[in-house]
């Protein structure tokens, strides 16, 4: 069964930075997809950003655009997000999602997330 582990979550004055991890287990295959969501309190899950394992590629929502940074680990199926230039508005539990294949987008896999909190 594929479970994936976020880590990295906590609490930072807005300006300042946070990376999170997500490691994928339970699969010997690459996954093709890995994304980042997060969720707000009485707001609806936002699609942070994506990386395509396949083609490199990687998107972004627009707002977090030029501040956030995702990557690829070295090791198998495991993702960065780098969060720099917090604002308030960042504060969510944030979400690793992955998809089975072939297709990206399916998001069949979801880690437990991991809360991140700025304050002003």
């Known amino acids: 069964q594929v479970q994936l582990v976020e880590s990295g979550g906590g609490s930072v004055q807005a300006g300042g930075s946070l990376r999170l991890s997500c490691a994928a287990s339970?699969?010997?295959?690459?996954?093709?997809?890995m994304h980042w969501f997060r969720q707000a309190p009485g707001r609806e899950r936002e699609r942070v950003g994506s990386l395509n394992a396949r083609t490199g590629t990687i998107d972004y929502a627009d707002s977090v655009k030029g501040r956030f940074t995702i990557s690829q680990g070295s090791a198998k199926n495991t993702v960065y997000l780098q969060m720099d230039l917090l604002k308030p508005e960042d504060t969510a539990m944030y979400y690793c999602?992955?998809?089975?294949?072939?297709?990206?987008?399916?998001?069949?896999?979801w880690g437990q997330g991991t809360q991140v909190t700025v304050s002003s």
């Open positions: 339970g699969i010997t295959v690459s996954l093709p997809c």
């Open positions: 999602a992955a998809d089975a294949g072939p297709w990206c987008g399916t998001y069949n896999y």
